[in-house]
């Protein structure tokens, strides 16, 4: 079945430093890819997304290119703030009988230190 | 818009006792999502509604759960009874039926 794996955490970095989150994907045709975040406390929020080969989602400085020979969607930063620290998930989308489904990684935490 | 609102946003319960978890979605969004997020398991999928109508429940760990949604505007999920491992911080998420989904802030469970 489909499935996303993500580079296990925790990643600890300075700030200004760059940032990559690995992410690969096993799925049937050609899903949408998410990036979700999580601040401490809060809920999943949608970061950027991709829905075809070769789109590049960005937002917040945070980019990621849905790569489809490579079945990846790595998530780079060139400078992290202090405000990045977070909970960092991979996902795609799963639109079957009718209905989208997201399906999650396990999830990357980011801290970040001044 | 609010977004997504859930009550309580803690709940400290003892073994055995009934817990009930509620969700007011994003009005206009048809669909409703249930989560469970836990260090050992990550983000679950435990169940999702269409206009008020579940349409998959697989991800229900056992009948001790159970989830409702009697109108467009509130959800439950009900735990009874309720044991230690099912201490986790439980999501609702609402969606107009696009492939993005919005979450509440969850509501973190600990059973005693």
């Known amino acids: 079945g489909d499935s996303v794996t993500q580079m296990e955490g925790p990643v600890t970095l300075s700030e200004e430093a760059f940032l990559t989150i690995n992410c690969t994907y096993t799925?049937?045709?050609?899903?949408?890819l998410f990036w979700y975040v999580q601040y401490p406390g809060e809920g999943l929020q949608l970061l950027l997304k991709a829905t075809k080969a070769d789109d590049k989602g960005s937002n917040k400085g945070f980019e990621a290119t849905y790569r489809k020979e490579t079945t990846s969607f790595h998530l780079e930063k060139g400078s992290v703030q202090v405000s990045d620290s977070a909970v960092y998930f991979c996902a795609l989308n799963r639109f079957s009988g009718g209905y989208n489904k997201l399906i999650f990684g396990a999830g990357t935490r980011l801290a970040v230190h001044p | 818009d609010a977004g997504v609102i859930q009550s309580p946003r803690h709940e400290v319960t003892e073994m055995g006792q009934e817990v009930t978890l509620r969700c007011k979605p994003i009005s206009g969004h048809d669909y409703l999502f249930w989560y469970r997020q836990t260090m050992m398991r990550g983000l679950e999928l435990l169940i999702y509604?269409?206009?008020?109508?579940?349409?998959?429940d697989s991800g229900m760990p056992e009948d001790r759960f159970s989830a409702k949604m009697p109108n467009a505007s509130f959800s439950t999920l009900k735990i009874q009874p309720s044991e230690p491992r099912d201490s986790a911080v439980y999501f609702c998420a609402s969606s107009p039926g696009t492939d993005e989904q919005f979450f509440g802030p969850g509501t973190r469970l600990t059973v005693l």
């Open positions: 799925a049937t045709g050609y899903p949408s």
């Open positions: 509604f269409n206009n008020n109508v579940p349409i998959d």
